[in-house]
């Protein structure tokens, strides 16, 4: 192998690395419930029944916005209808969830806030 080769082979192994760790930096790697203040921002059934709740995170620095999340289904008409509550009076709510999974994943509380 001559040393061109193996200047090439060094450079793509060192990008490759540096694209896989830049990953693990950006990506949250939480799937831990957290508790957030949103807003509602609709609210409805879709296919196979999911009943979905669109929210956003109300921050500074918000950590997601009009994220689709879906209601649990022990607890899926309870939330909606509290979620259409909320909706409608323009009322923040308290959720625990993942803030940082992908949408439609489940929401596991849902108060609304006082």
Known sequence: MNERNISRRSVWSAAAALAIAS?????????????????????GVGKEAVRGIR??????????VSKWYRARDDAAEDMLALAVWAMSTGTRVSVQLDP?????SPIEKFYIEP
Do not use: K, Y
């Open 100 to 104: 940082f999974a992908a949408d439609w």
């Open 55 to 64: 929210l956003s995170h109300v921050a500074a620095n918000p950590l997601f």
């Open 23 to 43: 990953l693990l930096i950006a990506a949250p790697a939480s799937a831990e419930l957290q508790w957030v203040s949103c807003q509602v921002e609709s609210t």
